[in-house]
């Protein structure tokens, strides 16, 4: 079956880059996606990013995907405590069905 | 324009009692998945509405289900309710027109508490 893996936890200092990994296992997976969820709160769509690109930039977000690896990652650039959350990847496979990691619980230290 | 909407926020049901909760998507859009969300399973997703039917289904009994109405609102119910049913029940919406080429919002999710 999919597996969707991520680490649990990161922590990091305000204004340091966070690096979020996540890895994959469904090769035909078309979009693959990275969510925010903030405590008592939905998720929130931070990006995607297409299957034949490598790489995506969105202002403070950048996207990596390594298909051959299937290795996902999401760097934050300058992170803020207001990034403090959980992370989670996810992928499409069987239309709009998404596989979702664990999710990677964010710390962001003043 | 408004986000994908859900109601009620809170619930709070006792076992073996039933319940229903609503989902109402983005304006245009015609899809709408259901997810749940618990500590130990984390997202799991339960099924997906487009045009009123039943699109995909994931791997639940069938004590839950649901229903799209022709203004694309959902519903989902569940009957016989147990205590492992307790989670925060997500609805997320998308276009629908291509499933591979769409992203999915969510809304911010009914917490369903069963005692």
């Known amino acids: 079956g999919e597996d969707v893996e991520q680490s649990l936890f990161l922590s990091v200092r305000e204004g340091d880059s966070s690096v979020i990994n996540c890895t994959y296992t469904d090769s035909s997976s078309t979009y693959l996606y990275w969510y925010k969820q903030e405590p008592g709160a939905g998720l929130q769509l931070l990006t995607y990013i297409f299957s034949n690109m490598d790489m995506k930039q969105d202002q403070r977000l950048t996207v990596l995907l390594n298909k051959k690896d299937k290795h996902l990652s999401l760097r934050i650039a300058d992170t803020q405590t207001g990034d403090s959350a959980i992370y989670f990847c996810a992928e499409n496979n069987a239309g709009n069905m998404l596989t979702f990691g664990g999710g990677t619980r964010l710390m962001v230290k003043p | 324009k408004a986000g994908v909407t859900q109601t009620p926020r809170y619930l709070i049901k006792t076992r073996g009692q039933q319940v229903t909760l609503s989902c109402s998507p983005i304006s245009g859009h015609r899809s709408v998945s259901w997810y749940q969300q618990t500590p130990g399973q984390g997202l799991q997703f339960l099924f997906e509405?487009?045009?009123?039917?039943?699109?995909n289904k994931g791997n639940f009994p069938g004590r839950f289900s649901g229903r799209q109405f022709s203004n694309s609102r959902s519903e989902m119910n569940v009957s016989t309710l147990e205590l492992g049913d307790s989670a925060l029940y997500l609805c997320a919406s998308q276009r629908g027109g291509n499933p591979f080429e769409e992203t999915q919002y969510f809304g911010p999710g009914t917490r369903l508490l069963v005692l």
């Open positions: 509405y487009f045009s009123e039917t039943q699109r």
